[in-house]
């Protein structure tokens, strides 16, 4: 069966076409849930309500673009759901602004640990660093999306690289101490 | 191997491939919300059938309602007199012209006593020189076949004259017999000419409310009776004169069956005079007005949450609230109103059995706005899911407090709907039908907890402006005419009160109006 007729028929709201459409795309979509969510319990709750949210408004997906995409968005969008409205205003720090390079031995270190400490982000850091860096969006579309100024963007995906920098390094210091 | 790297680089990379299957028991939530969803989904079509359904229905009863008044006026009319008066009156009348003109002098007699009790007895003389002119104009009626010529009697055509013809009547006819006795002797011929149109008359004045149609009918009757009855008339004439004065018996009999026909005309009357009070309402108390107020219970299909769908296992209750107003109806019909008005509705729900305390990182409930940042750190979660050792890391080292979440919003309510009476009587039964337009004026959302009462902020998922449909039963108690004590059980449904995401919560109120309705 093609990806049109599995549409078609998850428009037509056939459970199981659903599933089907479920199996496939669940494991992409549950990345991302992860990515921006605090915690595994949360992204799986945001996979669920995803996922509900895709089947109620399949009918209207116009076959116009990526299907992945689309739903892509509304995982994103409904994980933002639950942060949006955090509004945090500080002020842009110009130094922190530089993107940081850090040191790394890329053989050691798991997507796992990546994984867990972009999880490990305050919400308002975790949801720019995603957008942004993960998920390609500009700073004005991260902005439109969380309800935030640019500047609030910039500083809060500085902040981000920061803490993630110093994560990265610190477990890199933990290795290496083991290691001698 | 150690190097330096791009950071945002490290990450894109390490997750271009990531994917990861969730747990299975992922699906098993969605199949169920999805099989409970299309459950819900029966609900939606089928209120719209019940409305759709009611409108029809309305709309049949509007439609047979006017077909059904239109039929009604039509046999009245045409058919009645013509039953009641063609052959059975044919005879009637006959008789009574035939066997005696006393029947109808005598009865006029009576009504001359009634009519002449305000006279004075000197009067009378008055009443002598109208009587010489009437009887120059029966003269010249006989010569013109009389009977048809009454249309052009003075006397029938000058309004505002039917007390004074009927005392002219009087004196032509010898109501009078102490007075006239001798002018009927003398003009035997005359006096019957006369008694024909008294008797016309008689029954003219007798149905002053009577369409010209039916006083037609009556009077081609009598034309024809009376016409066909001339030379009998004419031989009877001198008996008849003397059986008026002294055969009584004759009287009861014969009168019995003019009764008849004056009951005929008094019933039509009294008909007529009900119409005439029907059309008088309907014209003078279109318009009502009626202050209510009603107990108000909210609720919503679904297990769901409008807060958050976290809260979606923990029990909740709506408080019974009120509404107030004022609604206004116009009659477009016998049995059909259309109104409107202008109310102010309140809800309030209550979301038991919740945790809260402050701490650094927060759980942020997905539909609430949060009055001030302090708020914010404000951590609200199920009590059960710290119990059960969920959300340990947000609640577990920091004393939390246990509370109700007290939702409560506001309507001002601009109903428009269409009032159906079953029942229009001292009792009235009707069925009310429509939809409301709700603008949202209170939104608040507070913790009642043994600490006291703790504001959050409000629900972002409430449209400023919504809908709903409107389905009730009206009962009334007509105190007077223009008041009346009304009783509405009424049941919304609202349609888009909440926008994006509600959790499947689908909210309707349910309220038993009550009030006192004044028709102007």
């Keep these: 069966m093609s990806l049109e007729q599995l549409i078609a028929k ?17 494991g992409k979509l549950f990345s991302v849930c992860l990515k921006y969510s605090g915690n595994y319990a949360e992204a799986e ?101 969380l309800n935030i100024t640019t500047g609030t963007s910039k500083s809060n995906l500085a902040r981000a690289r920061g803490i993630l920098k110093e994560k990265i390094e610190k477990k890199d210091y933990v290795k290496t101490a083991k290691s001698l | 191997m150690r190097e330096k790297k791009h950071i945002d680089r490290l990450f894109q990379e ?53 077909i059904f008044t239109n039929f009604e006026k039509i046999p009245i009319v045409k058919s009645e007199p013509s039953e009641k008066l063609s052959p059975s009156s044919d005879k009637i009348l006959q008789k009574e ?23 004075s007895s000197g009067d009378n003389i008055i009443f002598i020189e109208p009587q010489k002119q009437v009887s120059g104009q029966a003269e010249d009626q006989k010569k013109l076949n009389g009977i048809t010529k009454s249309g052009d009697n003075p006397k029938v055509r000058v309004p505002n004259s039917i007390a004074k013809d009927s005392e002219k009547e009087h004196l032509q006819s010898g109501k009078n017999p102490r007075l006239n006795e001798i002018s009927e002797v003398k003009k035997p011929v005359e006096g019957i000419a006369e008694n024909k149109t008294d008797y016309k008359k008689t029954i003219s004045t007798d149905e002053e ?15 024809t009776k009376t016409a066909n009855n001339s030379g009998l008339v004419k031989t009877d004439i001198e008996n008849n004169n003397k059986k008026e004065i002294s055969s009584d018996e004759t009287i009861p009999a014969t009168k019995e069956k003019e009764k008849s026909l004056l009951e005929v005309a008094a019933q039509q009357k009294e008909e007529k005079i009900l119409e005439n009070e029907e059309n008088t309402e309907l014209t003078n108390t279109n318009w009502q007005i009626s ?30 609230t009120m509404s107030y107003g004022v609604n206004f109806s116009y009659k477009i019909s016998e049995r059909l109103k259309i109104r409107s008005g202008v109310g102010q ?56 407090t246990a509370g109700t979440l007290h939702q409560q919003i506001g309507f001002i309510e601009v109903p428009l709907e269409i009032e159906y009476a079953l029942i229009d009587k001292q009792f009235g039964l009707s069925v009310i039908g429509g939809a409301s337009t709700l603008f949202l004026n209170n939104n608040s959302l507070v913790i009642n907890s043994e600490n006291g009462r703790t504001n959050i902020g409000k629900m972002q998922n409430l449209n400023n402006v919504s809908f709903s449909t409107n389905i009730g039963l009206g009962l009334d108690y007509k ?6 004590i009304n009783l509405e059980p009424t049941f919304k449904y609202q349609i888009n009160s909440f926008s994006g995401n509600n959790n499947g919560f689908k909210p309707y109120y349910f309220g038993i109006y009550t009030g006192i309705g004044f028709k102007f």
Excluded at chain 1, 10 to 26: D, G, P, T, V
Excluded at chain 2, 209 to 223: E, I, L, P
């Design chain 2, 209 to 223: 409310g009577f369409d010209n149609s039916k006083k037609v009918a009556v009077h081609s009757n009598v034309q």
């Design chain 1, 10 to 26: 998850c428009k037509k709201q056939e459970i199981k076409a659903q599933e089907q459409l479920y199996r496939l795309y669940s």
């Design chain 2, 14 to 66: 390490k997750f271009k491939d990531f994917e990861v299957s969730p747990n299975k028991s992922v699906w098993k939530n969605i199949e169920r919300e999805l099989k409970s969803k299309k459950r819900k989904s029966f609900i939606v079509p089928w209120w719209y059938k019940i409305a759709g359904a009611a409108a029809i229905l309305t709309l049949i009863f509007l439609a047979g309602n006017l």
């Design chain 1, 45 to 145: 709750d945001t996979l669920q309500d995803s996922f509900l949210i895709i089947f109620e408004k399949i009918a209207q997906y116009s076959n116009k673009g990526s299907f992945e995409g689309w739903m892509k968005r509304i995982a994103i969008n409904n994980a933002l759901q639950r942060y949006r409205k955090q509004r945090i205003f500080e002020i842009v720090d110009e130094e922190a602004l530089r993107t940081p390079e850090v040191e790394v031995d890329e053989e050691t270190i798991s997507l796992e640990y990546l994984l867990n400490i972009v999880q490990n982000l305050p919400d308002r850091y975790r949801m720019v660093f995603n957008l942004y860096v993960l998920d390609g969006f500009s700073h004005k579309e991260v902005a439109e999306m």
């Design chain 2, 345 to 400: 509705v309140s809800m309030a729900y209550n979301t038991y059995d919740i945790a809260f305390a402050t701490s650094v990182k927060s759980a942020v409930f997905s539909n609430v706005s949060y009055s001030s940042p302090t708020t914010d750190n404000l951590n609200i979660v199920p009590l059960k899911s710290i119990q059960s050792g969920q959300n340990s890391e947000l609640l577990g080292r920091s004393p939390f």
């Design chain 2, 291 to 320: 202050p209510f107020a009603a107990p108000i219970y909210y609720g919503g299909f679904g297990s769901q949450n409008a807060i958050d769908p976290s809260l979606a296992q923990n029990e909740s209750e709506s408080e019974v």
């Design chain 2, 97 to 119: 012209i035939e066997t005696n003109q006393s029947i109808v002098s005598e009865d006029n007699s009576e009504r001359t006593i009634n009519r002449e009790k305000p006279i």
């Design chain 2, 479 to 484: 105190i007077s005419e223009q008041f009346d």
